[in-house]
């Protein structure tokens, strides 16, 4: 009896472990920090898209909203911690949150 308790509680110990090795916060994370040219590349696919139309309307309305727009498609994490509750506004230059953002990137 005492033997399959213990044989239950690792088989339940190593689901639980599988279970956490598996979930999005996890798997999101990359092994290999991402390049600069990684990066532009896709900075310039989340352009294309917001100028197709896929971000909405409200993403084409000024090229500060365009940005943030990039911003949040290029990593929708990052721009939640460092742009969601306070985005760029017309003509602002924040380089320190750029590079917050930055460094959040490469993480």
């Known amino acids: 009896m005492i033997a399959s308790t213990n044989c239950g509680k690792s088989?339940?110990?190593i689901v639980?472990?599988?279970f956490l090795?598996?979930?999005d916060e996890v798997l999101a994370k990359s092994r290999v920090p991402?390049?600069?040219a990684?990066?532009?590349q896709k900075?310039?696919?989340c352009y294309a898209d917001i100028e197709s139309g896929l971000w909405g309307q409200q993403c084409k309305s000024s090229i500060i909203a365009k940005e943030n727009c990039a911003l949040r498609c290029l990593s929708p994490v990052c721009y939640?911690?460092?742009y969601e509750s306070d985005p760029l506004e017309e003509g602002e230059k924040d380089y320190s949150r750029s590079?917050?953002?930055?460094?959040?990137?490469?993480r």
Do not use: G, P, T
């Not at 590079?99 to 490469?106: A, F, G, N, T, V």
């Open 34 to 36: 991402i390049a600069e």
């Open 16 to 18: 639980w472990a599988v």
């Open 99 to 106: 590079s917050e953002y930055k460094y959040c990137m490469h």
């Open 38 to 40: 990684e990066i532009r």
């Open 11 to 13: 088989v339940l110990v």
């Open 80 to 82: 939640e911690l460092i």
């Open 21 to 23: 090795l598996c979930s």
């Open 43 to 45: 900075k310039n696919d």
